[in-house]
């Protein structure tokens, strides 16, 4: 059974295009995480939510917008993609002190 | 935030124990230390947190010296499918959520 899925796992598309990626956790946890990882491997959150609720935005461009619409799933919204947007987008989630799961990686690749 | 401190890349034969070094001098009452690991092209995998005690779970064992300034993550006996980055992580729990900051972390290859 999957943990935390994403999809899609591959992600083509032109600058200027608004793209979404979807995430899905079946853990019960209460927290869900959007990680961006770049090129040089640096991972870095972007956003969180508990219980539906925003509570770290780590100063992301308002091109990106997440959307919880129950506890099990966090979805990422891109608009007008840039080239800079390229990355692996990693979804997780957790359960108070306890460790992160984290999805398979979504490759954006924006051309 | 409390930085870490880790080798950029250790080796370690396979089936001997492998011992992964962090410094967190800074690390505060409150931050707990969390270690995960990147196999490539794959998500992060948690491996094991602590707050001051030493933990084990059926992945690793994690010692944490008694100033809590540095850590040691021990894989008993290294696989091949234990090469991975590992990441040491000091962070506290804010409002629910874990604001895990990751930094180069180690490169441990596993040999033959």
């Known amino acids: 059974d999957t943990a935390v899925s994403q999809t899609p796992k591959y992600l083509v598309t032109q600058m200027g295009n608004d793209k979404s990626i979807k995430c899905e956790q079946n853990l019960g946890h209460d927290t869900m995480y959007w990680y961006k990882q770049d090129s040089k491997k640096f991972l870095k959150i972007m956003f969180s939510y508990n219980n539906k609720e925003l509570i770290i935005n780590e100063t992301v461009p308002n091109r990106f917008s997440p959307k919880s619409p129950d506890k099990a799933h966090l979805n990422l919204h891109i608009n007008s993609l840039e080239l800079g947007d390229s990355a692996v987008y990693f979804c997780a989630s957790s359960a108070g002190p306890l460790g992160k799961y984290f999805g398979p990686g979504t490759r954006l690749t924006v051309t | 935030d409390a930085k870490t401190t880790q080798p950029p890349s250790m080796d370690c034969a396979e089936g001997r124990a492998a011992n992964l070094p962090c410094n967190h001098s800074t690390i505060s009452g409150n931050e707990y230390v969390y270690w995960y690991r990147q196999i490539h092209s794959q998500g992060p995998q948690y491996i094991i947190h602590?707050?001051?005690n030493n933990e084990t779970n059926e992945m690793a064992s994690l010692i944490i010296t008694e100033d809590r300034k540095s850590s040691t993550l021990i894989l008993p006996h290294a696989t091949l499918r234990d090469t991975a980055v590992y990441y040491c992580?000091?962070?506290?729990?804010?409002?629910?959520?874990?604001?895990?900051?990751f930094g180069q972390g180690t490169r441990l290859t596993i040999n033959p």
């Open positions: 602590g707050l001051k």
């Open positions: 992580i000091v962070r506290p729990i804010i409002q629910g959520a874990q604001k895990l900051v």
